[in-house]
């Protein structure tokens, strides 16, 4: 692999606390990012924003606005792990589809490719920067644009399961699936758009579970023990 988008959920991010930050799991996250750097795979990342907001939660405010707040709160969750990143010793970048003053640049590919070029790590927030569409239809999206060779997709649980682990201690989790399968099994990997996306466009995903030891540089590497969504 010498190009990923790695999505991070703002969930794992947020560890057991389950909102906000744990800082040692970023700090995880940055040391193994740095690796690959170091290594020559060129990164960007896109980070959810569970850890803060879920839009689609609310009954009481517009659907647009409240998917807003979301595209800011990824922003404040890419500004935070961007700076932890930095502290280990990685030139970062924070491209938005909007203006943010001066807290983030306007998204570009150019921008993203001149990036790699130099070694730096783009994050990717504000989702696509309008509502109705997630950031993992963002994710797809930017994966595409930047010609990635495969998503990472970084979760709190460790793959795709034939049903909801967390509910049916029976769950089956599948080594590899097909895209296909995941939109006609309704299996929710990533939403239906996002899933039509990756279908269309033959971009693979790798989802595997954040918190495991060294789980990013291991998918990477080709030690994986998560699910191989093929396209």
């Known amino acids: 692999m010498k190009r990923v988008l790695l999505k991070l959920s703002g969930e794992a991010l947020a560890g057991d606390k389950k909102t906000?930050?744990?800082?040692?799991?970023?700090?995880g996250v940055a040391r193994q990012v740095k690796e690959l750097v170091d290594d020559g795979v060129q990164v960007g990342i896109v980070i959810g924003g569970?850890?803060?907001?879920?839009?689609?939660?609310?009954?009481?405010?517009?659907?647009?606005?409240?998917?807003?707040?979301?595209?800011l709160a990824t922003v404040m969750n890419c500004i935070y792990v961007s700076e932890i990143f930095r502290s280990v010793g990685m030139?970062?970048?924070?491209?938005?589809?909007f203006a943010c003053g001066?807290?983030?640049?306007?998204?570009?590919?150019d921008r993203v490719?001149?990036?790699?070029?130099?070694?730096?790590?783009?994050?990717?927030?504000?989702?696509?920067?309008?509502p109705y569409f997630s950031t993992d239809t963002a994710t797809v999206l930017r994966a595409i644009e930047i010609e990635a060779d495969v998503i990472l997709l970084a979760k709190s649980i460790d793959g795709v399961y034939d049903s909801d682990p967390k509910s049916n201690p029976n769950a089956r989790k599948y080594d590899e699936i097909s895209i296909q399968e995941v939109i006609d099994k309704k299996l929710g990997v990533v939403d239906m758009a996002a899933s039509i996306l990756c279908m269309e466009n033959k971009m693979p995903m790798l989802v595997f579970g954040l918190n495991e030891e060294n789980s990013i540089v291991n998918t990477v590497k080709g030690t994986f023990n998560g699910t191989k969504v093929t396209v």
């Open 102 to 109: 001066s807290f983030t640049e306007l998204f570009s590919k």
């Open 20 to 27: 906000g930050f744990d800082e040692p799991t970023v700090i």
């Open 50 to 71: 569970g850890n803060f907001w879920r839009g689609r939660s609310s009954e009481n405010i517009d659907r647009t606005k409240a998917d807003q707040i979301g595209m």
């Open 113 to 130: 490719m001149e990036g790699f070029r130099e070694g730096v790590v783009s994050f990717l927030a504000g989702g696509t920067g309008h």
């Open 91 to 97: 030139a970062t970048q924070i491209l938005t589809p």
